[in-house]
Nanobody, 115 residues
């Protein structure tokens, strides 16, 4: 089993930046990829960004050019650097890992973009 713990959310003004972290523990050898999802108020959860074990990345259309996903394999931590934040980026952000045991989810961290 894999456990994920997110941190780094908070309140930021439009145009600002935040960096989210996701620390993985447990059976980390089983992780194929790590990703970030978000769920805005009243909407469905959507994929934000994904990074594979080989470092291949992919992004949702609404965040391309503003968000960057990365990972530190030594620390087994994934990061989401969010720049040029907009009010529509307000959501609960969830860390996700695809593993040989199935899907693992973090508890979520709130990001609010407001002046």
């Amino acid at each position: 089993q894999v456990q994920l713990v997110e941190s780094g959310g908070g309140l930021v003004q439009p145009g600002g930046s935040l960096r989210l972290s996701c620390a993985a523990s447990g059976s980390i050898f089983s992780i194929y990829s790590m990703s970030w999802y978000r769920q805005p108020p009243g909407k469905q959860r959507e994929l934000v960004a994904i990074i594979t074990n080989n470092g291949i990345t992919n992004y949702g259309d609404t965040v391309k050019g503003r968000f960057t996903i990365s990972r530190d394999n030594a620390k087994m931590t994934a990061y989401l650097q969010m720049n040029s934040l907009k009010p529509e980026d307000t959501a609960v952000y969830y860390c996700h890992a695809s593993t040989s045991f199935g899907n693992a989810w973090g508890q979520g961290t709130q990001v609010t973009v407001s002046s």
